[in-house]
């Protein structure tokens, strides 16, 4: 089945300690994006990839990191977490590069930051 | 700057009524794509529809329409005989060609049908 494939579904940490929400697409898509959610915002985009090795930033990417050695995987990175960093988190994937390609989206990480 | 716009943040309809969400949309490009995504209760966000600037035909699917005018900058989403089913956030998103690839998202309508 294709899908785009996030973990954990929910993660409780306290400020500081360092955290991996991981994601992984099969449907060989270059293009992937981490999102989050907010009450009132929408989503916001914090970081995308194009496509191995080529990562970029988005609207709120401070606090954060990713990487894309493998085309399937486009992990987020929390080096040191705060609790404004609490949110939904959603990783998604697309086809192309191009602005017409709809996104695919993960199921969402539920972080909560004490 | 882009920037897109869903002034509705809720809506609540009793079954069977038609009804409309707002999207408004801001950018400098000539070209770019208009989407709609729909995130049912479970959490999941999924695509409904893709539109160009180029096309200003509407569409209907269903029960779904939706209705794309550049000269106003909207592009509308219109569900005719709601459903409880169709109570869901919705969300208008802006892709541009800005060289990236980034998708502006509006901050949601979250639609209540009432059985």
């Known amino acids: 089945e294709a899908q785009v494939t996030q973990n954990p579904r929910y993660l409780i940490t306290v400020t500081g300690k360092k955290l991996t929400v991981t994601c992984s697409q099969n449907m060989n898509h270059e293009y992937m994006s981490w999102y989050r959610q907010d009450p009132g915002l929408g989503l916001r985009q914090i970081y995308y990839s194009m496509n191995v090795e080529v990562t970029d930033k988005g609207d709120v990417p401070e606090g954060y990191k990713v990487s894309r050695k493998e085309k399937r995987n486009f992990p987020l990175i929390l080096e040191s977490p705060s609790p404004n960093q609490t949110s939904l988190y959603f990783c998604?994937?697309?086809?192309?590069?191009?602005?017409?390609?709809?996104?695919?989206f993960g199921n969402g990480t539920r972080l909560t930051v004490t | 700057a882009q920037k897109v716009t869903q002034a509705q943040t809720e809506i609540s309809v009793v079954e069977k009524e038609d009804v409309t969400l707002d999207c408004v949309y801001e950018?400098?490009?000539?070209?770019?794509?208009l989407f709609w995504y729909k995130q049912p209760p479970s959490g999941e966000l999924v695509f409904l529809i893709r539109r160009n600037s180029f096309d200003e035909q509407n569409e209907i699917s269903g029960r779904y329409s939706w209705n794309f005018q550049k000269s106003t900058s909207s592009f509308n989403f219109t569900i005719t005989a709601s459903q409880v089913v169709d109570s869901a956030v919705y969300f208008c998103a802006l892709n541009e060609n800005t060289g990236g690839f980034k998708t502006i998202f509006g901050a949601g309508t979250r639609l209540f049908v009432k059985a």
């Open positions: 998604a994937s697309s086809l192309g590069t191009t602005t017409n390609s709809p996104l695919h």
């Open positions: 950018t400098r490009d000539t070209t770019y794509y």
